[in-house]
């Protein structure tokens, strides 16, 4: 970080991150999910832009958190579950802090590597110096229990620990919502001072049940599968009992970004403030026999990514739906580039801003995305070997196990991907051209992963 503070850029805009855990892209109505109503996601993708190709490069919690906040791949990060963020390594709130910015997290966080068979994850307490640079950080290490959830913050005298009333994405989004009153207190006392907000929460992740009124508006046997999800009864009755909780938090989701978004005009700050929206991966559901994440499959890779607020009509915002592949390394420089800033050097992510604003640069954009399981959970009902693989702008995915092809699909005409080509000797050059950009990534990245012969 520089020595010296640089000035706030001129016209800074604030921002905020809104992002769930386990939302896949195809679960928002402007997604066409026809199981779930987000009229407030899908106000964000109308008037802002929509990356119908953005994905997680390592669907897993942890390794994704990581790379969102550093821009580096998770091999040089946090490579897997339970890993912790290296310390010493700066984050995307250290170069808004760097650029004048206030900075605050709400939320899950997941990065300091507790091992919860050592307890609850819920009650450890992440040290000050460990919670990525923000000025303001209100959260927890990990929580799979939305009526109960614990969060802290603060240090020395000032240090609290304190239960959540009610359902956590509820009572996080009101702190959320405090902030945004306070700096917009601020600003009317003329106290003008640019932010960067995170909301980070865990619904839709399981266990599966949102609060009233949204649990109950689907029963389970109404709940439409999708055509890639088999007709085996154990696989079809879990799938359609853990959607209709599943779709009941990302409807808690929805209202409560409605309600950020009623503050955000009723503080003043909606036409000054640049919304993300996105998640850390998907889910699977059913799909191809399986479920929850760590595997190459659209559900699990797939995630939203929306870039909407500040100004949407005004002629230098753009909006829109692109088939950008755009990853998780991806998300910090593109946030930095919203409000007027350079990405710094050590981030390896692309940044993507030009797509909303008019007048940002466009820069060299990759033609693919990079996927990586580098050291697997071992977890029931998930990928139990490290793999590698990439997902193309014109529409193919390639994913191998070390020294093995295993998946191989043109998503163009099989988006469902239920035609596995991999092994199809017809597809051989196609095979061949992918393991190529496969091992260009690889070596750009500076892995290490032995892919099969061509």
């Known amino acids: 970080m520089p020595d010296s503070v640089p000035p706030i ?33 899908d106000i964000l993708a109308a008037t802002g832009v929509h990356f119908t190709s953005a994905v997680a490069g390592f669907p897993l919690c942890c390794p994704y958190r990581g790379s969102l906040l550093t821009s580096k791949y998770p091999h040089e990060a946090v490579p897997g579950h339970q890993k912790q963020l290296p310390p010493d390594m700066p984050t995307v709130a250290h170069v808004f802090n760097d650029h004048g910015y206030d900075t605050a997290y ?3 966080w997941h990065l300091d590597g507790f091992q919860e068979d050592k307890g609850r994850a819920a009650m450890h307490i992440v040290p000050p110096e460990r919670r990525g640079g923000f000025s303001r950080w209100v959260g927890y290490e990990n929580n799979n229990s939305p009526w109960d959830c614990w969060v802290h913050g ?45 909301l980070s929460v865990q619904p839709p992740h399981d266990p599966y049940a949102g609060p009233e009124p949204f649990m109950g508006r689907r029963r389970p046997a109404e709940i439409r599968l999708r055509p890639n999800v088999p007709a085996v009864e154990r696989v079809t009755a879990r799938a359609r009992r853990e959607l209709a909780g599943y779709y009941a938090m990302i409807e808690n989701l929805d209202w409560n970004l409605g309600r950020l978004r ?10 000054d403030t640049h919304l993300v929206f996105f998640s850390d991966h998907g889910d ?14 659209e559900e699990a890779i797939r995630v939203p990514f929306i870039m909407s607020g500040a100004q949407p009509y005004y002629d230098e915002y753009r909006n829109g739906f692109f088939p950008v592949p755009l990853n998780h390394v991806d998300i910090a ?26 007048t940002r640069p466009k820069k060299e954009e990759p033609d693919s995305a990079y996927l990586q399981c580098v050291v697997p959970t ?38 469902f991907e239920q035609v596995n080509l991999a092994h199809n000797p017809l597809y051989r ?22 892919l099969p012969l061509p």
């Open 9 to 41: 850029p001129d016209g800074a805009k604030n921002v905020i991150w809104i992002f769930g855990d386990q939302h896949r892209a195809q679960a928002m109505s402007c997604n066409g999910d026809p199981n779930v109503s987000t009229p407030h996601m």
């Open 106 to 108: 709400f939320g899950k």
């Open 154 to 198: 603060g240090e020395g005298e000032e240090a609290f620990h304190y239960r959540l009333p009610g359902f956590e994405t509820d009572a996080l989004t009101d702190l959320l919502i405090d902030y945004v009153r306070e700096i917009g207190g601020a600003r009317r006392e003329g106290r003008s001072q640019p932010f960067f907000a995170v």
């Open 262 to 271: 009623e503050a955000l005009e009723s503080a003043g700050l909606a036409r």
């Open 284 to 297: 699977m559901h059913g799909s191809h026999g399986q479920i929850r994440k760590t595997t190459a499959y």
């Open 333 to 358: 420089p593109t946030t930095l580039g919203l409000c007027g800033i350079e990405p710094p050097a050590w981030m390896d992510g692309t940044d993507y801003s030009h797509y909303r604003l008019a």
């Open 378 to 415: 071992g977890h029931h009902n998930s990928v139990d070997r490290a793999w590698r693989g990439i997902v193309t702008r014109d529409g193919w995915k390639y994913v191998c196990f070390e020294e093995v092809p295993w998946l191989l699909f043109n998503l163009n005409e099989d988006p």
């Open 429 to 450: 050059e196609e095979r061949r051209r992918l393991g190529l950009k496969l091992q260009e990534w690889i070596d750009r990245t500076a892995d290490s992963f032995r």
